[in-house]
């Protein structure tokens, strides 16, 4: 989970292109949208694609994405549960 | 119809950008693109919103915030911009990713940014600008479709200022695609020798620029923009002229009272000859200057002549990159712009001093 | 400056008809036009309905009498805007000054992509002629070469509102006394960038769309042309037929919330109807029936259904989604929503809102489901909202 954590942070930034912040300024627990890391809805289609393109997962409802896209841990969480189900 | 100067912002392939002072030394550029120079975007830009903004975002939000702030406007009542190919890197990853992908996995920003709003939508939304807004996007006529626009705005009452401009970039892929249809001179060397008789093709240029226009009479603006007329593939020279004598006297000049014209010749001698016919024929003895070894061929140049007009009639000073190195020192009343875009697109823009 | 502007004459084609006499018939039958592609090559196909016009490339070159078929885009409107014109029958036309103002988010995009496809593989290979109409201006120039028109030309390219704002500055052009006569109105081509670029918002429905419906999931492609021809007071009194209506308002406002969102009060959707309301000197009473933009997407119904709320509650006119029969056509839908609100007040009917089976719950009015005939339609609004923010409405009213 660690790693998985570690790779997203550095995926998350080159996928939105974010400015001037490295994984280290991405707190685990942080929020990603609005108040958090100020991510909007452009970014949620945007962390869709990373999914699927890194993870092979698809989000098929984007409505799901503010829960699973709440913080780089409910990302993983998400992820790891998935890959649980597909092994 | 005159509306005012009051601020001028300018990303072009010289030092424009940020009002170093007016083309004090020229950027030579060797062979036929001339890329612009581009500032520290993050002094323009606030870093959240510059991380999905392609470069000709950046340059059309940096000119249209020199022009803001020069001119003491926060918010204009009106936006009103012109492009001819838009946002091309953008619509080029896009295209290109689709192509390649075969369709999937595609990712959202690129499409969202490469419409042609972009540039006018995020100029409004970095503002909160709600009022009236505005993209033109047809060929040599957009900026001068945007300049007809704001006019009229201002005539019916429904805006003091407007903030108007025009943006066009070069990718790799339509410079290569250009290259092929065949409009450069591969041989060129450098733009200073754009004009040189043996000369036959032209280089690509791109830009942004942005000019807050008013209502409000002052000396401390640039100039007055008195009018702007489109004509579509004349068929002769002489039609041409008949148009602009028809333009010139619904301003109630004559071609003599024309101190300069900043003419939009560019080394293709096909389009030359228009320019040259019309020049010994109506204008024999005025003072006549070129613009595109400056800024290079593309159809909103003459947004970039816009900004070169006024400056001269701010500063009542030819800078001596326009005038093969002289620098002449003159009180101009008025400049007509002068161009056309493959002798189908013709454009007038006439500028006065205030 | 506040002269009466005319509407002399309309044309359109869409997913539900070839001229306009065909939309009638299919509004009447509430006949839908999405479906399975046929005629756009995409590996969506099968998965997402689009409402194509139903004319292959070489059936059009063919019926515009071109040598050889050029951009979809431009012969969608060639079609349209020769109808329109030609509809308007105006006596010395070729006296007075006339325009074509034309709008398109894509330009010639659909052999672009056949050009990219050879080009990407090696750039010296794709046929040039591929590509040299790809700018929105040279799609405009096709077609105004077609009609024969050169006083002034224009385009103008503001997302999903580009073809209100061309109707819209082209009856400036008029106001001003630069023209006596503009074509105005837009076009778009179905093609693979705009479909996949909609995909990557994951805002096209899977199934025919559902405007302001509880239950929407998004908005389906449509592809078509739409224009009208406005007319000073001068040129209206020329022509044999009164024309039955003018353009009475007009108002382009920007959200200026997000790039691709609408604010959730429904601010540049508000300012664009109240000021085309205040332009018309009408109060909100006044309005018989909108033709909503209503796409069919979450945040486009709502945004636009708040700000109606703001400016009619409590007494709302009639209201519907054309989108529902024509999907949303882009560049093309405010001039043919602008042609469908010239009929609704030449034909006295309201058109019904398609496929909607549960009213929205936050908001107090419901579209019209059924056709309604010998309605008394005196000032029709017409709502255009796009990506970027750029918002605009149109009035049209009963002469």
Same mark, same amino acid.
Not at chain 2, 268 to 288: C, K, M, R, W
């Given at each position: 989970?660690?790693?998985?954590?570690?790779?997203?942070?550095? @995926?998350?930034?080159?996928?939105?292109?974010? @400015?001037?912040?490295?994984?280290?300024?991405?707190?685990?627990? @942080?929020?990603?949208?609005?108040?958090?890391?100020?991510?909007?809805?452009?970014?949620?289609?945007?962390?869709?694609?990373?999914? @699927?393109?890194?993870?092979?997962?698809?989000?098929?409802?984007?409505?799901?994405?503010?829960?699973?896209?709440?913080?780089?841990?409910?990302?993983?969480?998400?992820?790891?549960?998935?890959?649980?189900?597909?092994? | 119809?005159?509306?005012?100067?009051?601020?001028?912002?300018?990303?072009?392939?010289?030092?424009?950008?940020?009002?170093?002072?007016?083309?004090?030394?020229?950027?030579?550029?060797?062979?036929?693109?001339?890329?612009?120079?581009?500032?520290?975007?993050?002094?323009? =830009?606030?870093?959240?919103?510059?991380?999905?903004?392609?470069?000709?975002?950046?340059?059309?939000?940096?000119?249209?915030?020199?022009?803001?702030?020069?001119?003491?406007?926060?918010?204009?009542?009106?936006?009103?911009?012109?492009?001819?190919?838009?946002?091309?890197?953008?619509?080029?990853?896009?295209?290109?990713?689709?192509?390649?992908?075969?369709?999937?996995?595609?990712?959202?920003?690129?499409?969202?940014?490469?419409?042609?709003?972009?540039?006018?939508?995020?100029?409004?939304?970095?503002?909160?600008?709600?009022?009236?807004?505005?993209?033109?996007?047809?060929?040599?006529?957009?900026?001068?479709?945007?300049?007809?626009?704001?006019?009229?705005?201002?005539?019916?009452?429904?805006?003091?200022?407007?903030?108007?401009?025009?943006?066009?970039?070069?990718?790799?892929?339509?410079?290569?695609?250009?290259?092929? =249809?065949?409009?450069?001179?591969?041989?060129?060397?450098?733009?200073?020798?754009?004009?040189?008789?043996?000369?036959?093709?032209?280089?690509?240029?791109?830009?942004?620029?942005?000019?807050?226009?008013?209502?409000?009479?002052?000396?401390?603006?640039?100039?007055?923009?008195?009018?702007?007329?489109?004509?579509?593939?004349?068929?002769?020279?002489?039609?041409?002229?008949?148009?602009?004598?028809?333009?010139?006297?619904?301003?109630?000049?004559?071609?003599?009272?024309?101190?300069?014209?900043?003419?939009?010749?560019?080394?293709?001698?096909?389009?030359?000859?228009?320019?040259?016919?019309?020049?010994?024929?109506?204008?024999?003895?005025?003072?006549?200057?070129?613009?595109?070894?400056?800024?290079?061929?593309?159809?909103?140049?003459?947004?970039?002549?816009?900004?070169?007009?006024?400056?001269?009639?701010?500063?009542?000073? =030819?800078?001596?990159?326009?005038?093969?190195?002289?620098?002449?020192?003159?009180?101009?009343?008025?400049?007509?712009?002068?161009?056309?875009?493959?002798?189908?697109?013709?454009?007038?823009?006439?500028?006065?001093?205030? | 400056?506040?002269?009466?502007?005319?509407?002399?004459?309309?044309?359109?084609?869409?997913?539900?008809?070839?001229?306009?006499?065909?939309?009638?018939?299919?509004?009447?039958?509430?006949?839908?036009?999405?479906?399975?592609?046929?005629?756009?090559?995409?590996?969506?196909?099968?998965?997402?309905?689009?409402?194509?016009?139903?004319?292959?490339?070489?059936?059009?070159?063919?019926?515009?009498?071109?040598?050889?078929?050029?951009?979809?885009?431009?012969?969608?409107?060639?079609?349209?805007?020769?109808?329109?014109?030609?509809?308007?029958?105006?006596?010395?036309?070729?006296?007075?000054?006339?325009?074509?103002?034309?709008?398109?988010?894509?330009?010639?995009?659909?052999?672009?992509?056949?050009?990219?496809?050879?080009?990407?593989?090696?750039?010296?290979?794709?046929?040039?002629?591929?590509?040299?109409?790809?700018?929105?201006?040279?799609?405009?120039?096709?077609?105004?070469?077609? +009609?024969?028109?050169?006083?002034?030309?224009?385009?103008?390219?503001?997302?999903?509102?580009?073809?209100?704002?061309?109707?819209?500055?082209?009856?400036?052009?008029?106001?001003?006394?630069?023209?006596?006569?503009?074509?105005?109105?837009?076009?778009?081509? +179905?093609?693979?960038?705009?479909?996949?670029?909609?995909?990557?918002?994951?805002?096209?429905?899977?199934?025919?769309?559902?405007?302001?419906?509880?239950?929407?999931?998004?908005?389906?492609?449509?592809?078509?042309?739409?224009?009208?021809?406005?007319?000073?007071?001068?040129?209206?009194?020329?022509?044999?037929?009164?024309?039955?209506?003018?353009?009475?308002?007009?108002?382009?406002?920007?959200?200026?919330?997000?790039?691709?969102?609408?604010?959730?009060?429904?601010?540049?959707?508000?300012?664009?109807?109240?000021?085309?309301?205040?332009?018309?000197?009408?109060?909100?009473?006044?309005?018989?029936?909108?033709?909503?933009?209503?796409?069919?997407?979450?945040?486009?119904?709502?945004?636009?259904?708040?700000?109606?709320?703001?400016?009619?509650?409590?007494?709302?006119?009639?209201?519907?989604?054309?989108?529902?029969?024509?999907?949303?056509?882009?560049?093309?839908?405010?001039?043919?929503?602008?042609?469908?609100?010239?009929?609704?007040?030449?034909?006295?009917?309201?058109?019904?809102?398609?496929?909607?089976?549960?009213?929205?719950?936050?908001?107090?009015?419901?579209?019209?489901?059924?056709?309604?005939?010998?309605?008394?339609?005196?000032?029709?609004?017409?709502?255009?909202?796009?990506?970027?923010?750029?918002?605009?409405?149109?009035?049209?009213?009963?002469?």
């Amino acid at each position: 989970m660690e790693k998985l954590i570690q790779d997203l942070k550095v @995926q998350i930034i080159a996928q939105l292109n974010l @400015q001037d912040v490295k994984p280290e300024d991405i707190g685990d627990d @942080q929020p990603l949208f609005v108040e958090g890391l100020g991510l909007d809805s452009i970014d949620a289609l945007e962390l869709i694609v990373l999914l @699927q393109q890194q993870y092979k997962i698809k989000l098929s409802n984007a409505e799901d994405g503010p829960k699973v896209f709440r913080s780089v841990r409910t990302i993983a969480e998400y992820i790891t549960a998935h890959q649980a189900q597909t092994a | 119809m005159t509306l005012y100067i009051k601020g001028t912002g300018n990303v072009s392939p010289q030092k424009t950008v940020g009002h170093p002072g007016f083309l004090a030394d020229g950027v030579t550029h060797m062979g036929t693109r001339l890329a612009c120079v581009e500032p520290d975007y993050k002094t323009y =830009i606030d870093p959240k919103l510059i991380r999905r903004m392609s470069r000709i975002i950046k340059m059309g939000v940096a000119a249209a915030v020199d022009a803001l702030k020069e001119s003491g406007v926060a918010v204009p009542d009106a936006i009103v911009t012109g492009t001819a190919y838009g946002c091309l890197e953008d619509t080029g990853i896009f295209l290109s990713r689709m192509v390649e992908q075969q369709e999937a996995l595609l990712a959202p920003t690129a499409f969202i940014q490469s419409t042609h709003n972009t540039v006018g939508a995020q100029i409004a939304l970095m503002l909160g600008c709600n009022g009236y807004n505005n993209v033109f996007v047809h060929r040599a006529f957009s900026f001068e479709s945007a300049l007809l626009d704001a006019m009229m705005l201002v005539a019916e009452n429904d805006a003091n200022t407007v903030l108007v401009g025009a943006v066009d970039e070069i990718t790799n892929y339509s410079h290569s695609i250009l290259e092929r =249809i065949g409009l450069y001179h591969k041989d060129i060397g450098s733009n200073v020798n754009l004009y040189e008789e043996k000369i036959n093709g032209t280089i690509a240029g791109e830009g942004a620029a942005f000019f807050l226009l008013t209502n409000e009479p002052s000396t401390e603006n640039y100039a007055a923009i008195r009018g702007v007329r489109t004509f579509y593939k004349p068929t002769t020279s002489q039609e041409a002229e008949t148009h602009i004598r028809d333009f010139l006297s619904s301003n109630n000049l004559t071609a003599a009272n024309i101190d300069l014209v900043v003419s939009g010749r560019n080394g293709n001698s096909a389009e030359n000859q228009v320019y040259d016919e019309v020049h010994t024929s109506l204008f024999p003895g005025n003072l006549i200057v070129n613009f595109k070894h400056l800024c290079g061929e593309y159809p909103t140049a003459t947004a970039f002549a816009t900004w070169v007009a006024a400056n001269i009639l701010k500063n009542g000073v =030819i800078p001596g990159v326009l005038n093969n190195g002289v620098e002449t020192t003159l009180t101009f009343r008025n400049i007509l712009i002068y161009n056309h875009s493959h002798n189908t697109h013709h454009s007038l823009i006439l500028l006065s001093a205030c | 400056m506040s002269a009466p502007v005319f509407i002399a004459g309309i044309g359109a084609v869409s997913a539900i008809g070839n001229n306009v006499a065909e939309h009638v018939a299919a509004f009447e039958r509430s006949e839908a036009g999405m479906g399975a592609m046929s005629l756009l090559n995409s590996v969506h196909s099968g998965q997402l309905p689009v409402a194509e016009v139903k004319l292959s490339n070489p059936q059009l070159a063919q019926q515009l009498g071109l040598k050889a078929a050029v951009s979809r885009t431009a012969m969608l409107s060639m079609l349209a805007a020769k109808e329109a014109l030609d509809s308007a029958a105006i006596p010395g036309l070729n006296k007075l000054r006339t325009g074509f103002i034309s709008a398109n988010t894509v330009g010639g995009m659909d052999r672009t992509e056949l050009f990219f496809e050879s080009f990407l593989a090696d750039p010296s290979r794709g046929r040039l002629k591929d590509v040299i109409h790809h700018e929105c201006g040279a799609v405009t120039e096709l077609a105004a070469d077609f +009609l024969g028109v050169k006083d002034y030309i224009s385009t103008i390219s503001t997302a999903c509102s580009s073809s209100a704002n061309s109707i819209f500055f082209g009856a400036r052009l008029i106001r001003n006394n630069i023209l006596d006569v503009v074509i105005a109105g837009g076009t778009d081509a +179905l093609t693979k960038f705009t479909l996949n670029g909609f995909n990557t918002l994951m805002i096209l429905d899977q199934e025919f769309c559902k405007p302001f419906d509880e239950n929407r999931r998004g908005l389906n492609l449509g592809e078509g042309a739409g224009y009208v021809v406005l007319v000073s007071e001068l040129v209206a009194t020329m022509l044999e037929s009164a024309p039955v209506c003018t353009l009475s308002g007009y108002c382009n406002a920007n959200d200026a919330y997000h790039q691709t969102a609408s604010s959730p009060d429904g601010t540049g959707s508000f300012l664009a109807m109240e000021g085309a309301l205040q332009r018309a000197n009408l109060t909100p009473a006044d309005i018989s029936y909108i033709n909503l933009h209503g796409t069919g997407t979450q945040n486009n119904d709502i945004a636009e259904g708040t700000a109606i709320k703001r400016l009619f509650d409590p007494l709302y006119p009639h209201m519907s989604s054309t989108k529902s029969f024509t999907g949303h056509t882009l560049g093309a839908s405010g001039g043919l929503e602008a042609v469908f609100s010239v009929l609704a007040i030449r034909e006295r009917t309201i058109f019904p809102n398609l496929r909607l089976q549960t009213p929205m719950q936050d908001l107090p009015f419901v579209p019209e489901t059924m056709l309604i005939k010998n309605a008394s339609v005196n000032h029709v609004l017409s709502n255009s909202f796009g990506f970027g923010g750029n918002c605009s409405s149109l009035i049209f009213s009963k002469t």
